[in-house]
């Protein structure tokens, strides 16, 4: 497969095309954002952590009924997906209070919600991803009733995979954020990645931080962490 014109260059990969016009290649840098891409660092190997730790989740959870962009993983840094347009949603998941969700409601980091909570933020770094409910994404045509329905749908069923699967792990899932695309024949499926970068996840018993979060709050750490999640995960999912 033949990498031809950059698609898409974002805070931790990029996209091309290749000579399969229905085929996308994704290449991850080792580039870290936070705070809205204000903070930015690095550590050797992240890109490759995240490409094959998402490349194992992205199988699983087909394997589960998941349908998704994966196609194929052709080198440590990059892999083949499905061209998919990009639904500009958003998708976070919400297991425990924590980050800004504890900030804007006034609950304690950890507490457990009473129910999953489902949130969407509008896709556009100039307005700084600004949260969106259902009605207003229809309202400025973003996605239709049907479409968020099915995103809910999908998230709902991927929380649940996902949260069995780090429990396996001695892992607890946080929260999580997601990205839909449709595919060239209108199904939506799961897009982008799942990693460290996207999750937060808290070691079980002691609540350590074992995300992005270490180096987004400055707490040390950072590359341990995304060393420490893939090692348990290749150990479960390979054994």
Not at 70 to 76: G, P, R, T, Y
Not at 180 to 206: H, M, Y
Request: hydrophobic residues 40%; charged residues 30%; aromatic residues 10%.
């Amino acid at each position: 497969m033949q990498k031809l014109d950059m698609l898409y260059s974002g805070k931790a990969k990029m996209v091309y095309k290749t000579d399969d016009e229905n085929i996308y290649m994704v290449e991850y840098r080792d580039d870290a954002t936070a705070l809205n891409g204000l903070k930015k660092g690095s550590f050797p190997g992240k890109g490759i952590i995240n490409n094959q730790m998402t490349n194992m989740i992205f199988k699983y959870l087909g394997a589960k009924g998941i349908p998704n962009h994966f196609v194929e993983e052709i080198s440590k840094r990059e892999t083949l997906v499905k061209k998919v347009s990009i639904i500009p949603l958003e998708v976070i998941v919400r297991n425990i209070a924590a980050g800004s969700f504890s900030t804007r409601y006034g609950i304690e980091e950890g507490t457990a919600l009473k129910s999953v909570v489902l949130e969407y933020s509008y896709k556009n770094d100039a307005l700084g991803d600004p949260l969106i409910n259902d009605y207003q994404a229809m309202a400025i045509g973003l996605a239709g009733r049907e479409d968020l329905d099915t995103i809910a749908a999908l998230a709902f069923k991927i929380n649940e995979e996902l949260k069995a699967l780090f429990a396996e792990i001695d892992l607890k899932l946080i929260d999580f954020k997601l990205e839909f695309g449709k595919t060239v024949d209108g199904e939506i499926i799961l897009a982008d990645e799942i990693s460290p970068d996207t999750c937060r996840l808290w070691q079980t018993g002691t609540d350590e931080k074992m995300d992005k979060d270490r180096f987004r709050r400055d707490l040390g750490g950072f590359k341990e962490a995304y060393e420490q999640v893939f090692a348990r995960l290749c150990g479960f999912l390979t054994q």
